[in-house]
């Protein structure tokens, strides 16, 4: 039996990633969100509650992980950020195993992940798939979002890759700020071609 093409898609904050992951599954592609795995990883009962608080004492409670509190523990520190990527990815990695080994009989998966480029996640994939949209578009998108400031949106757009680099690298781009028309046939085409 063949494995599966697997397709790393992502895309800086804003830029549509979530509507083209929508989209692979409205046509049956089984899809993995990374973001979705972290938030298990730290809600409650989650298997990395344990170990961020010990290394983080005080940002966890019976609710899960309070952001506010882990951030305010991690933000400018570089090294303190490195112990709680250390905790996480490997555990990021056991889920998105799974997700590989439940989906194996797939033609064609999909590994929706923010940082694919800027922690090494391309490496582990067939293809490279980047959701893209203007300037404009993106930062009304994200600035139109309840409690983001632009403050908070310049220090996100800061710990990503730049979109003119994604664009670069990605093996496809998805264009998501000319219509959903346009993203939906580009998505379509794809599977088509590789399912």
Known sequence: MRRPV????????????????????????PVYDADAAVR????????????????????????????????????????KLRVLEGILYPL?????????????????????????????????????VVASAPARVQRGRVLARPGMTRDKFAGILAQQMGDAEKRARADLV????RGR?????????LVRELG
Do not use: C, N, Y
């Open 6 to 29: 697997v397709i790393g898609l992502t895309g800086s904050i804003g830029m549509g990633k979530s509507t083209v992951a929508a989209m692979f599954r409205r046509l049956g592609v």
């Open 40 to 79: 298990a990883l730290q809600g409650p009962g989650g298997a990395a509650l344990g170990r961020i608080e010990a290394a983080f004492p005080g940002v966890t409670g019976v609710a899960g992980l309070d952001r506010a509190k882990l951030g305010a523990a991690v933000f400018g520190a570089p090294e």
């Open 92 to 128: 990021i990695a056991e889920t998105q195993a799974r997700f590989r080994r439940r989906w194996r009989h797939k033609r064609l998966v999909v590994l929706d992940v923010p940082l694919l480029f800027e922690k090494g996640g391309w490496r582990t994939v067939d293809m490279t």
């Open 174 to 177: 998805v264009e998501t700020g």
């Open 181 to 189: 028309l346009l993203t939906w046939r580009t998505v379509r085409a």
